[in-house]
């Protein structure tokens, strides 16, 4: 059993910038990682998806304003967005998800992703 931990969240003005992480309890160099968020009332959705440099995928709505990394050597994933919306305002989680468990060895699917972290609040105003 995986555990992730996000930190970073909280408070922001519109248009400014924050950066998320998210811990694992041991290596997760293996795996897909990917970021999703959720807003009251509507499912949760991906944003950012990475395997490995280079394999990163956006959904559109953060296209050019959020960049997803991460540090193998610190079990560690991160999401840095900037030019903040309140649209942007929503639970923030961290999963991720075995390559070979995935459609296709590509894990785009939140069902597809197995280790889920508690979810931190961003609120944009």
């Known amino acids: 059993q995986v555990q992730l931990v996000e930190s970073g969240g909280g408070s922001v003005q519109a248009g400014g910038s924050l950066k998320l992480s998210c811990v694992a309890s041991?290596?997760?160099?293996?795996?897909?990682v990917g970021w999703f968020r959720q807003v009251p009332g509507k499912g949760r959705g991906a944003i950012a998806i990475?395997?490995?440099?280079?394999?990163?995928t956006y959904a559109d709505s953060v296209t050019g304003r959020a960049t997803i990394s991460r540090d193998n050597t610190k079990n560690t994933m991160y999401l840095q967005m900037s030019t903040q919306k309140s649209e942007d305002t929503a639970l923030y989680y961290c999963?991720?998800?075995?390559?070979?468990?995935?459609?296709?060895?590509?894990?785009?699917?939140?069902?597809?992703?197995?280790?889920w972290g508690q979810g931190t609040q961003v609120t944009v105003s």
């Open positions: 990475m395997h490995s440099p280079g394999s990163e």
């Open positions: 999963a991720i998800g075995a390559p070979l468990t995935c459609s296709g060895g590509y894990c785009s699917r939140g069902y597809e992703y197995i280790y």
């Open positions: 041991e290596d997760i160099s293996t795996f897909f």
